[in-house]
């Protein structure tokens, strides 16, 4: 039979836009939070982190948001690039975890021209 | 630093076969993490290791995989017998201790094909 792949989320955004892109994670525990970029043919690249006593973090054109309460967070890129198209994944962790990463299922950015 | 390097990039191999895929860390990290990436199932944590001890080996599939980690400078993944079904990108991670939680740095993947 067929088989049946992820639906990646696409968001496409004109250049020099912002982007914001959401990414939801369900364990309560989690106390640290990653943002991670993948372009085609690479392994996944660290973009930006934030520990769960803070709720904003503020990168280069980067943003970090984390809304604990309903276990949310969202990556906001300012003026986005060509270069920022890629497929963007959340992490989260616990401090008890063992550096033990669990990974969202991702979003493809698209930056038109 | 080089960053985590893993061989081969790619490999095709007939279903049936064994196939070893090979990681080395960046030195002075003390955890190292085996992903698989499909179409299907996203990213997925098949086994992790601490000073070269494997902590988590939950996500592994099926006994047809193993890894180990003889010191802290190589990590094998071992697939035996391989199917079609494990076609998919791994990828070795490694992250450093920090005293809690922290990033892990990814190597460029191994693209596994099993035809």
């Known amino acids: 039979g067929e088989s049946v792949g992820l639906h990646l989320p696409t968001l496409s955004v004109q250049e020099g836009d912002n982007s914001i892109i959401n990414c939801a994670y369900s364990?309560?525990?989690?106390?640290?939070f990653i943002w991670y970029k993948q372009e085609s043919g690479k392994g996944p690249q660290f973009i930006i982190d934030i520990r769960s006593n803070m709720d904003k973090r503020q990168g280069q054109r980067v943003t970090v948001l984390l809304n604990k309460t309903v276990k949310h967070l969202s990556l906001q890129i300012a003026a986005t690039q060509p270069g920022d198209s890629a497929v963007y994944f959340c992490?989260?962790?616990?401090?008890?975890?063992?550096?033990?990463?669990?990974f969202g299922t991702g979003t493809q950015l698209k930056v038109e021209l | 630093d080089a960053g985590v390097i893993q061989s081969p990039r790619h490999e095709v191999t007939e279903m049936g076969q064994e196939v070893t895929l090979r990681c080395k860390p960046i030195?002075?990290?003390?955890?190292l993490f085996w992903y698989r990436q499909t179409m299907m199932r996203g990213l997925e944590l098949l086994i992790y290791f601490n000073n070269n001890v494997p902590i988590d080996d939950s996500g592994m599939p099926e006994d047809r995989f193993s890894a180990k980690m003889p010191n802290a400078s190589f990590s094998t993944l071992k697939i035996q017998p391989s199917e079609p079904r494990d076609s998919a990108v791994y990828f070795c991670?490694?992250?450093?201790?920090?005293?809690?939680?922290?990033?892990?740095?990814f190597g460029q993947g191994t693209r596994l094909t099993v035809v």
């Open positions: 992490a989260d962790g616990w401090t008890g975890g063992g550096n033990k990463l669990t």
């Open positions: 991670a490694s992250s450093p201790i920090t005293g809690g939680a922290t990033e892990a740095f």
């Open positions: 030195s002075g990290h003390d955890y």
């Open positions: 364990n309560s525990a989690s106390d640290y």
